[in-house]
């Protein structure tokens, strides 16, 4: 399975840079943003399609990297709940372990007899 990530990942970026290469023409097109809303209305100076794709592709990660922030988080919090209650366990065994302590005969109390 470790051989298999970094060649998976070759083989992405190979069809990658093969799509690019091949529509280079499509990727060098450029085109600008419209907004038209009833009061105003603009328009972004003419950018690349790879810009836009770019763009977009970065938004999407930023977007799923902070979504699985809250669940690390939420997994971190786990695992150390988790964590604490296996030392306590271990404690407990390890003192359910130990030999009993025997215990020292107490000499009897001598009564104050005068």
Same mark, same amino acid.
């Given at each position: 399975m470790k051989s298999f990530k970094p060649v998976?990942?070759?083989?992405?970026?190979?069809?990658l840079v093969?799509?690019?290469v091949q529509n280079l023409e499509v990727f060098m097109h450029e085109e600008s943003l419209?907004?038209?809303i009833l009061v105003w209305s603009d %328009?972004?100076?003419p950018v690349p399609l790879s810009v836009y794709f770019l763009g977009?592709?970065?938004a999407g990660l930023l977007i799923s990297y902070f979504y699985g922030l809250s669940e690390r988080f939420k997994a971190k919090?786990?695992?150390n709940n988790h964590?604490?209650?296996?030392?306590?366990? %271990?404690e407990e065994v390890t003192v359910l372990k130990s030999p009993p302590v025997e215990e020292q005969?107490?000499?009897p109390e001598e009564s104050e007899s005068s």
């Amino acid at each position: 399975m470790k051989s298999f990530k970094p060649v998976l990942f070759v083989l992405v970026v190979i069809a990658l840079v093969v799509l690019v290469v091949q529509n280079l023409e499509v990727f060098m097109h450029e085109e600008s943003l419209k907004l038209n809303i009833l009061v105003w209305s603009d %328009q972004t100076r003419p950018v690349p399609l790879s810009v836009y794709f770019l763009g977009f592709f970065l938004a999407g990660l930023l977007i799923s990297y902070f979504y699985g922030l809250s669940e690390r988080f939420k997994a971190k919090k786990t695992l150390n709940n988790h964590m604490e209650t296996i030392h306590k366990l %271990q404690e407990e065994v390890t003192v359910l372990k130990s030999p009993p302590v025997e215990e020292q005969p107490t000499p009897p109390e001598e009564s104050e007899s005068s």
